[in-house]
């Protein structure tokens, strides 16, 4: 359809559509008045049952605990195809490393930025590492953590080139980082199915609320995870900038 | 049994980590044997999962969480007949389209890991009995086959094909997501059998109306019903043929059956006084997308997008069985859904065995398409014909002329168009194949899935278990009473009758044959002597052939507001 | 409905225009970011801080930072 | 008043695909794709949100405080990080297309033949 004829088509579309939505939009409950049966009752429960103080984590990683198994493997799947997108094609030549911005002169990174660069490398990543394990007690948990990680690990990119940022972290090793993170939520789950009731049953100790190593399997589970998101977003990143810095299609070819 | 429900699922989960992993130290050989053994075992799982929930449902609670006084708190795998059936279908294919693919070498570990996924989830959402978990797996299978389109990132088409799918699903999904935010605040809950005793409790209104059309739309996109068709073209049309045997043999019929589970056990009981309007309306879609796909099919040159049109037309036919909301339909289509599914993957393995880059055999593939279009056509002894037949048991006096019409010209058209295919390819100049032993993977999986198609339809007693099979599914009251644990009112097991299929089918079949090979000879000698199709008639197809993003996502909103419309009248 | 959430509610949907209207993807890269900054502050202010966290973490630093890549790698002309 | 945080969510929604359709860069196309989802999460947090109470976490709040629905935070938390990996996705696609096309146009991609 040309532009003017689809423009017009959309806003009889939409206007259906709004009208559809917004007609049952004015039918929800009243807005603050948020009241559901499994809401309360697990916002009362999670603390006494596993000593868990963080609600959404406690249905995050266990009472709903195979949900977010699927989303975990949905950042899994999704890495997993950008990597074989984003992977060198054969007629595409490895150029030598040089933030060109074609026509004007790139001025190598400043020793400030250098400094503040690596300066930030370590906070970053305790600050990640405090996400990750604290999930199951305040805010946070293992993908938040895991992308904090991720970032942490991009400053040395930002701080130097990046050359420095491919020697120090060998892909296939964070590979196998991911897919370690990813095995290991379903291998607990198994923990679960083996020895205790069902598949995901937190049969760990729960130990004193509000203690770190609360909550049974939960924190076990955080850590997967975190070590799966912050291994996959720096595999994510690395791909890209592969692509934006290094490969070149090989002149001539198309 | 109940500690086996999740093993389909985990394996392939831990097998793709495992992949994905020591994929760069594992030869590759190795790799793809290892995915194979991994499908093999998911397919023998889901057929002891078939046999195990022939009595009763088969429960797993996730994390030990079982429900109190009616309130389901954790996630719950639901198996019944038909959801196991739905998983033995999907593993099947999955498992076909890996042999198909061990002959080319553009499938590496991190492309058998993304199969491996997408078996994951295609099997959890065939058993999962929560809206939350479904919208889950829905949405892993999706990604997953979105990289697996593209995997050939060399090849512009299939990328634009992945951007076209990724985006129009990627849609969908968030209007299904909108449906469940919709009932958890109107329920309150997420478990399927709970929703649905809070929804019967109450009186319909605009809100469940726009639920069930969001929910209803967002795996309609996933089934490629037309309007929502575009994407499938462009995919199937492009990706890699194994890929495609995924797309054409389970992902639509998937889409189709959670329609049906959603509508089976969340909204059945509140919109039975409507029942009759709301048949209507989704018969109108089914049947449109039966007509439409199938012109479209006959008008397109092409031979990867003219199998795609081909498979959307028979998502319509399916998509009847469904329509009418009766058990009779619902069995109709579960037979359907696997004889179909299994056919279609038949078709694009006879294409990938066609234009094999080392070892084009177009002569063998031409046969394979021959069968093939048998089957489409519902000649006996295919399960296609059994799957007809009780669609058209389903329907009452009033519709079953129109649909028996519908049903009958949608698979002559597609079998004409795939047998035209089948005598292009028989007269392909023969170029001499390389070598006689090498590159017969995709000749074996295609004579086992028609054999498989064939043996179903002689079976006896596969028509008996599949009308006890939707009878399961369509009790909403036993289901929500066997899933929550509270005691069955008045819930006795319906048996609807299990029709008697006469000599009609054969008739029918025939008769499809017939006129298909008919239309083929007759345009193919139109053909050579020169007579083009005049321009009036391609015109009005270039609109629903379009590759553009924006008029595919103009089409999503149009068709989303029509049915919004449709379903509104019809609770009226 | 205090009024602080309707301000942050009414930023949110103007800010979705911005992002929607800002036809030239380098500006949208940074009109996006600060979009995902909004989220996160009217998360916060629905008393969910495990979204906001994540939508922060998300929207304003890794969307923004693979929208650039992918922009530096297309404007380059380079192919 | 209280229909705003609904309506707000219906409205990006709508924007959100007005932008894909409009659009002509596909980079633009991908960011309205992640608007679009911005309306389910708005819709999402709004059905669980209480007034007067707090967030669900109880490491400084006695049991007794009311708090806000942690269900339908658990649902946001996944649609963002599904959000996040199929906008990474929608990218790659992106930038493979246009470096085996040298278009960024959806309207001259789709008129190219396979």
């Known amino acids: 359809m040309t532009t003017r004829v689809r423009q017009l088509v959309f806003f009889l579309g939409a206007l259906g559509l709004a009208a559809l939505v917004v007609s049952a939009f004015v039918r929800l409950p009243h807005f603050g008045s948020g009241f559901s049966i499994d809401g309360a009752q697990l916002g009362a429960l999670s603390v006494p049952q596993r000593h868990i103080t963080d609600v959404v984590t406690a249905i995050n990683f266990d009472y709903r605990g195979v949900d977010t198994m699927g989303e975990e493997f949905i950042f899994f799947a999704a890495v997993a195809a950008v990597g074989l997108v984003l992977r060198p094609q054969p007629d595409e030549v490895v150029r030598a490393e040089v933030d060109a911005a074609s026509g004007r002169w790139v001025p190598p990174t400043s020793d400030a930025v250098r400094v503040l660069g690596l300066a930030l490398v370590g906070p970053t990543i305790l600050f990640g590492l405090y996400i990750v394990a604290h999930g199951h007690l305040t805010p946070g948990g293992g993908f938040q953590g895991g992308v904090v990680l991720a970032t942490g690990v991009l400053l040395v990119y930002l701080a130097g080139e990046y050359e420095h940022l491919h020697g120090l972290y060998p892909e296939q090793a964070i590979k196998v980082g991911e897919s370690v993170g990813a095995a290991g939520y379903v291998a607990i789950g198994l923990v679960g199915l083996i020895w205790g009731t069902a598949f995901l049953d ?25 070590v799966e998101v912050a291994a996959g977003f720096v595999l994510l990143l690395t791909a890209f900038l592969r692509q934006a810095i290094v490969l070149r299609v090989r002149e001539g070819e198309q | 049994m109940s500690s086996l429900a999740p093993l389909p699922v985990a394996i392939p989960l831990i097998a793709a980590a495992v992949l994905m992993g020591l994929g760069h130290w594992v030869p590759v050989r190795l790799a793809r044997l290892f995915a ?37 708190l954790g996630v719950s795998f639901a198996i019944d007949q038909f959801g196991a059936a739905g998983a033995t279908l999907a593993a099947l294919i999955v498992l076909a389209a890996v042999v198909t693919w061990l002959g080319s070498d553009e499938l590496d570990a991190v492309g058998l890991a993304l199969v491996m996924t997408t078996l994951a989830a295609a099997v959890g959402f065939c058993l999962t009995g929560d809206i939350f978990n479904l919208f889950v797996f829905f949405e892993l299978m999706s990604v997953s086959v979105f990289g697996l389109v593209a995997i050939d990132a060399s090849h512009v088409g299939a990328i634009r094909g992945a951007l076209q799918m990724a985006v129009s699903n990627s849609v969908g999904a968030f209007f299904v997501l909108m449906g469940i935010a919709l009932l958890y605040a109107r329920t309150g809950a997420l478990n399927l059998a709970q929703m649905g005793n809070a929804l019967t409790s109450r009186r319909s209104d605009q809100l469940v109306v726009t639920a069930l059309v969001l929910i209803a739309v967002g795996f309609l996109v996933k089934a490629a019903v037309v309007p929502f068709h575009f994407w499938l073209a462009d995919a199937a049309g492009t990706a890699p043929a194994p890929v495609a045997m995924l797309l054409v043999g389970m992902v639509d019929s998937l889409g189709l059956y959670a329609v049906a589970r959603i509508y089976w056990t969340v909204f059945s009981g509140i919109s039975a006084p409507h029942i009759h309007a709301l048949r209507l309306v989704l018969l109108v879609v089914a049947g449109g997308t039966a007509l439409l796909g199938a012109a479209l099919a006959w008008e397109e040159a092409r031979p990867r997008r003219r199998l795609a049109y081909v498979s959307i037309s028979h998502t319509g036919l399916m998509l009847l069985g469904v329509a009418l909301l009766d058990p009779n339909g619902l069995a109709g289509f579960g037979v359907y859904a696997v004889a179909d599914g299994a056919t279609k993957a038949a078709l694009f393995a006879a294409a990938h065995g066609a234009d094999h880059p080392k070892h084009p055999r177009p002569r063998a593939a031409a046969l394979v398409l021959g069968v093939g279009a048998l089957a489409l056509a519902g000649l006996p002894p295919f399960a296609t014909a059994l799957g007809k037949g009780l669609i058209e048991h389903g329907a009452s006096t009033s519709t079953r002329p129109v649909l028996l019409a519908v049903l009958w010209f949608s698979s002559t058209l597609t079998a004409a168009a795939v047998i035209g295919m089948a005598l292009e390819w028989w007269n392909h100049p023969m170029e001499a194949a390389q070598s006689q032993s090498r590159g017969w993977g995709w000749a074996a999986v295609s004579g086992a899935l028609l054999a498989v198609v064939a043996a179903w339809g002689v079976v006896p007693g596969v028509a008996r278990a599949a009308v006890r099979a939707a009878d399961g599914l369509t009790n909403r009251a036993a289901y929500a009473a066997a899933v929550l644990a509270t005691p069955a009112a008045g819930t006795r097991p319906r048996q609807t009758p299990t029709p008697g299929l006469g000599v009609e089918p054969l008739l029918l079949g025939l008769a499809a044959v017939l006129v298909a090979t008919g239309l083929a000879v007759e345009r193919r000698r139109r053909v050579s002597h020169g007579h083009e199709p005049s321009a009036v008639m391609t015109q009005p197809w270039t609109i629903l052939k379009s590759r553009s993003i924006g008029d595919a996502v103009t089409w999503l909103t149009v068709g989303t507001a029509l049915l919004g419309a449709g379903v509104t009248l019809a609770f009226r | 409905m205090s009024l602080l959430s309707a301000l942050a509610m009414i930023l949110v949907g103007a800010g979705g225009l911005a992002v929607v209207t800002t036809r030239e993807p380098t500006r949208q890269a940074l009109v996006a970011g600060l979009f995902g900054i909004l989220l996160g502050i009217l998360f916060f202010i629905l008393q969910a801080p495990d979204v906001a966290l994540s939508e922060v973490v998300v929207g304003a630093v890794a969307l923004p930072l693979m929208l650039l890549l992918t922009l530096a790698k297309v404007r380059g002309g380079s192919r | ?90 990218l790659a696609f992106v930038l493979q297309v246009h470096k085996r096309t040298g278009s960024l146009d959806p309207e001259q991609l789709a008129r190219m033949d396979d």
């Open chain 4, 1 to 90: 008043m209280n229909v705003l945080p609904y309506l707000v969510a219906a409205w990006l929604l709508i924007i959100g695909l007005w932008g894909i359709i409009t659009s002509r860069n596909l980079v633009h196309l991908v960011v309205c794709v992640s608007v679009v989802q911005s309306s389910t999460y708005l819709l999402l947090l709004a059905i669980g949100y209480r007034s007067h109470a707090t967030a669900p976490v109880f490491a400084d709040i006695p049991l007794g405080r009311s708090v806000v629905d942690p269900v339908v935070q658990a649902l946001c938390l996944t649609d963002v990080v599904v959000g996040a990996t199929v906008t990474a996705l929608l």
């Open chain 2, 36 to 72: 194979v053994v991994v499908s093999l075992s998911v397919l023998v799982l889901c057929a002891v999962l078939v046999v195990g929930s022939r009595h009763s449902l088969v429960l797993h609670w996730f994390g030990g969480w079982r429900p109190e006084a009616g309130v389901a």
């Open chain 1, 202 to 226: 937190n049969i760990g100790p729960l130990g004193t609320i509000g203690r770190l190593n609360s909550a049974g399997l939960v924190p076990l589970i955080d850590v997967a995870v975190g």
